[in-house]
C-alpha cells in the first residue's frame, strides 16, 4: 500500500534562506508527483508536477526533483519570503484515480 | 476567472441530517473528484466522476453520494449526517488523467 509522509509537520525560517521541503513515498511504482500549496482556509494551488520518468521540474523560486529508487522528491525555495507562508502538500498518483496525499509541511518564513 | 467554486463554504449540522455540497467548475474539464480533509491526514478521495452522468467509489465512500448530471456540475450527497464526517470537504477538477488537479476552497462542515 503506497503512503506518503511529509516530514517535518512544520517549518520555520528567516527571510532570505533558501530551503528544502521533503516527501517521501513507499513504492516507486508511481506515475506521477505534484506539490501543492495550501493557504489557511483556501484549496490546493498546483506548483509543480513531476511525471514518472522526469528527475525536476523548474518553476520561478521553485524546483522540485523526483528519485523514484530511494522513493523521495524535495521541493526546494529559493530565497523563501513572508508570502511563502502555507502549507505544501505533495501527491502521488499511482495510476487511473488512486492519488496518495501526505500531511503536508506546514512553512512560516519570518520577516 | 471562477475555476472551482463550492457552496456552501461552512454549514453546522445536527446528527441525523441531510445536506448537498456543490461544486462546479467552468474549464470543462472532464474529471471531477470530492476529497475530505482531517487534521493531521492527507486528503482522502470519496467518489470521483470521469465525465457526465458517471461516479464512481473513491477510498472512503460510506455515507456519502454523489451526483453528476451536468458536465460542470458534482454534488455530494450526505443523507444521514454523522459526527464523523465532520471534515473540511474539497472539490476538484482536471483535464485528464495525471493531469493537474484544480481544487475549490472548501466546505467547512461540522456536525454536532
Known amino acids: 500500500k503506497q503512503e506518503v509522509t511529509q516530514i517535518p509537520a512544520a517549518l520555520s525560517v528567516p527571510e532570505g534562506e533558501n530551503l528544502v521541503l521533503n516527501c517521501s513515498f513507499t513504492?516507486?511504482?508511481?506515475?506521477?508527483l505534484q506539490w501543492f500549496r495550501q493557504d489557511p482556509g483556501k484549496g490546493l494551488t498546483s506548483l509543480l508536477l513531476i511525471q514518472s520518468s522526469q528527475r525536476e521540474q523548474t518553476s520561478g523560486r521553485l524546483n522540485a526533483s523526483l528519485d523514484k529508487s530511494s522513493g523521495r522528491s524535495t521541493l526546494y525555495i529559493a530565497a523563501s519570503q513572508p508570502g511563502d507562508s502555507a502549507t505544501y502538500l505533495c501527491?502521488?498518483?499511482?495510476?487511473?484515480?488512486?492519488?496518495?496525499f501526505g500531511a503536508g509541511t506546514r512553512l512560516f518564513v519570518k520577516a | 476567472n471562477a475555476g472551482v467554486t463550492q457552496t456552501p463554504k461552512f454549514r453546522v449540522l445536527k446528527t441525523g441530517q441531510s445536506m448537498t455540497l456543490l461544486c462546479a467548475q467552468d474549464?470543462?474539464?472532464?474529471?471531477m473528484y470530492w476529497y475530505r480533509q482531517d487534521p493531521g491526514m492527507g486528503l482522502r478521495l470519496i467518489h470521483y466522476?470521469?465525465?457526465?452522468?458517471?461516479?464512481a467509489k473513491g477510498e472512503v465512500p460510506d455515507g456519502y453520494n454523489v451526483s453528476r448530471l451536468k458536465k460542470q456540475n458534482f454534488l455530494l450527497g450526505l443523507e444521514s449526517a454523522a459526527p464523523s464526517q465532520t471534515s473540511v470537504y474539497f472539490c476538484a477538477s482536471s483535464y485528464g488523467l495525471g493531469q493537474p488537479q484544480h481544487f475549490g476552497d472548501g466546505t467547512r462542515l461540522s456536525i454536532l
Open positions: 474549464m470543462n474539464h472532464e474529471y
Open positions: 501527491a502521488v498518483n499511482t495510476g487511473g484515480f488512486k492519488t496518495i
Open positions: 466522476s470521469v465525465g457526465e452522468g458517471t461516479t
Open positions: 513504492d516507486s511504482a508511481i506515475y506521477n
